[in-house]
């Protein structure tokens, strides 16, 4: 059936509304859609295709229960269509079916499916909860369309992929620090990835990997899933955030010039952008970029706290958080950066909880209270913080004097940093020379020092190695002598640290 004119104006002004979101103008979206919507006032097909715009743009508005209404609508309006057409009833179930009255009847029925990922995106035990719907029903129905070959290659299809991938990462999350997390997770990125080959917007999958490679401290994938993303990026809110994201993990290495290069940029791509989210990307590169020698630090922070509402805040607070955690690691005044996060965060540092007070606390030089420390290093987290905790449980320990069980703390910290270089490893590592002080001890010494780890008495001692006794205390002695230490204990603590140390850099 050819489209009449109205027809062929209303799906022009829909062809538009995603494209003008991504590039930051969500006014023009809007404005595009309710023109449309006027439009298909008079023809039904045309109006199912309308609420399952609408249903997408509000929840990239995140205004959930707006996306819920408008996707039932869509969906119950154009299963009535399709039922009408094929001459069967409405299931319910169905992504895709007979089209409803020629090419009309198949944007009927790509709208109904699009309808249908807005709300599994909003399954109970995913990012955003709004429906009654389980993770696991949603992913049924969003891999479902993601592979229907009558979809191939549409909007649709991307927005179902990377949907699916981020419900399967959220719920990866607390299993990130194993081995076998990590490998799932990275599983259902490639397969992501192999999937949106040939869509024409490849969404947020690389931004995803990025994200993963941050959390599981693994440096060079998150670093090289940016550069992939930047070098072929259209879309500018997604080019914003990853180039923000790319700061951060410059930042993180240690490049100051390139981390300040890459947070000006993502700061300057922003002119015009009206989305929360994307704003604070961009105003969190900017911080970066100062506190990497490109601007005064002091007024970039003011700039991040004035680049939206306090709604928009509310809706990002984790992104308030990296900022204040880059201004204090620069050695930015600790009572500042406490002021800029009380101003950001919603309901101040409550919504850090314990992770920000015991940050703020370590940058004083206070001591933090272990007990609350030992349950954020096992909550879900990002690796580096937790790799971070440990560091602050560490220098607490030191100067409460247990050096050695200081040294336990830093080398779990050392553990969760391996694939991640830069300042914090630095940090570290400078404590751990606080700390791990090495045993003097010359070569036939060491193997009797060796077995005296093991619990050995001096006559086992002798006996293993085919000495005498009193050889085996004369050097024992000459052990606590030239390490001045006064006891048998000291000397094993003391070897333990350097044990621990290089344990966990093998």
């Excluded at 599983?187 to 990835?193: F, L």
């Excluded at 790319?246 to 390139?258: I, S, T, Y």
């Excluded at 391996?418 to 090495?438: F, K, R, T």
């Excluded at 045993?439 to 780890?453: G, S, Y």
Aim: glycine share 8%; proline share 4%.
């Amino acid at each position: 059936m050819q489209q009449s004119r109205t027809q062929q104006e209303c799906r022009e002004l829909l062809l538009t509304c995603r494209p003008a979101w991504r590039a930051g103008h969500g006014d023009e979206a809007w404005t595009a859609l309710e023109k449309a919507e006027a439009l298909a006032a008079a023809d039904p097909e045309l109006l199912v295709e309308v609420l399952a715009m609408r249903a997408g743009l509000h929840l990239l508005a995140e205004q959930f229960a707006e996306a819920v209404t408008c996707a039932q609508a869509a969906i119950t309006r154009g299963e009535h269509l399709i039922a009408q057409t094929s001459g069967a009833p409405a299931s319910g179930t169905a992504t895709s079916g007979a089209p409803a009255s020629g090419a009309d009847g198949g944007a009927t029925t790509q709208a109904v499916a699009d309808a249908r990922v807005t709300l599994a995106a909003m399954a109970q035990g995913g990012p955003y909860p709004a429906t009654a719907t389980t993770t696991q029903s949603a992913l049924i129905v969003l891999d479902r369309i993601a592979r229907d070959p009558d979809l191939a290659g549409t909007n649709t299809t991307s927005r179902a992929i990377n949907n699916a991938l981020v419900i399967r990462l959220d719920g990866l999350r607390e299993v990130l620090d194993t081995t076998e997390g990590q490998v799932e997770a990275w599983v259902r990125v490639s397969e992501a990835r192999t999937l949106i080959r040939g869509c024409s917007d490849p969404g947020t999958v690389l931004r995803q990997a990025v994200d993963l490679g941050m959390d599981c401290a693994q440096w060079e994938r998150a670093w090289s899933s940016a550069q992939e993303q930047i070098a072929d990026e259209t879309d500018r809110n997604e080019l914003i955030a990853v180039v923000a994201k790319a700061a951060l993990l410059a930042w993180h290495r240690g490049d100051r010039e390139l981390a300040a290069d890459l947070g000006q940029r993502a700061r300057s791509l922003s002119v015009a952008v009206d989305h929360p989210w994307v704003r604070t990307y961009a105003y969190l590169g900017g911080v970066v970029a100062a506190a990497s020698g490109a601007g005064v630090l002091s007024r970039a922070l003011t700039a991040y706290a004035r680049c939206t509402t306090g709604e928009g805040h509310a809706s990002r607070p984790h992104r308030a958080w990296l900022a204040g955690w880059v201004a204090l690691e620069s050695g930015h005044d600790v009572d500042r950066v406490e002021e800029f996060l009380h101003l950001t965060l919603p309901g101040g540092l409550r919504w850090a909880g314990d992770g920000a007070a015991l940050v703020l606390a370590d940058v004083r030089g206070q001591d933090v209270d272990p007990a609350i420390a030992q349950q954020l290093v096992r909550d879900p987290g990002a690796l580096p913080f937790r790799a971070r905790v440990h560091l602050a449980i560490a220098r607490t320990l030191r100067r409460q004097g247990r050096p050695t069980a200081a040294a336990v703390e830093l080398g779990r910290a050392r553990s969760l940093l391996a694939g991640w270089p830069g300042w914090l490893l630095d940090q570290v590592e400078e404590e751990c020379a606080l700390v791990e002080e090495p045993v003097r001890a010359t070569p036939a010494q060491r193997r009797v020092l060796d077995l005296l780890a093991e619990g050995l008495s001096n006559r086992e001692i002798a006996d293993v190695l085919a000495l005498s006794e009193r050889t085996v205390a004369v050097h024992v002695a000459a052990l606590l002598r030239s390490n001045d230490l006064g006891s048998r204990t000291a000397l094993l603590a003391r070897h333990l640290r350097a044990a621990v140390r290089s344990g966990s850099g093998s």
